[in-house]
């Protein structure tokens, strides 16, 4: 409604004229009423779910190589930190495409097909850092498979199981 249109441009204790965004009376000093705006309710996206999924995987994952890296190699060890150097980058650049994702979010308004199409393009790429992460737990855990004294300790499990069930033959 229109300040022109709204029937109340005087002051409601001392009748003075109210000029438009006046907060207070310039008459008596009251504070001049104004009727609340509706606030505007944001429908989600629905693109919104699917990034907060592909949010979440990747600060596992992310989590999963860290771990990893820990166990696979000496923090004094060159690998240890072009692994975990490489993660922080990652981690960095995967921030900073989900901050623009986000932020393109905020201004779709699910009619543009301009912004869904770049939206799209956006979810694809944090799906790729997704991926990429993936491949790396994937050959770090192919690395701490094939570890020497990993092989020497999964075959002492086994030795020792093999003693337990001699023992309980024993009996």
Request: glycine share 2%; charged share 35%.
């Amino acid at each position: 409604m229109d300040f022109e249109e709204d029937h109340n441009n005087f002051c409601i204790y001392c009748g003075e004229r109210l000029e438009p965004g006046q907060n207070f009376c310039s008459q008596c000093g009251k504070a001049v009423y104004h009727e609340p705006k509706p606030q505007a309710i944001r429908t989600p996206s629905k693109y919104e779910s699917r990034i907060d999924e592909i949010e979440q995987e990747y600060n596992l994952k992310q989590a999963k190589a860290f771990e990893l890296v820990e166990k696979s190699f000496d923090p004094t060890h060159m690998s240890y930190s072009k692994f975990t150097s490489a993660i922080r980058k990652s981690n960095h650049l995967f921030a900073g495409q989900l901050e623009i994702t986000r932020k393109m979010l905020e201004v779709n308004d699910d009619d543009n097909e301009i912004v869904a199409k770049e939206l799209e393009n956006k979810i694809r790429t944090l799906e790729a850092f997704v991926d990429k992460i993936e491949d790396l737990i994937n050959e770090l855990v192919i690395h701490l498979s094939s570890n020497k004294k990993d092989n020497e300790d999964i075959d002492n499990l086994f030795h020792d199981m093999d003693d337990l069930i001699d023992s309980v033959k024993d009996y």
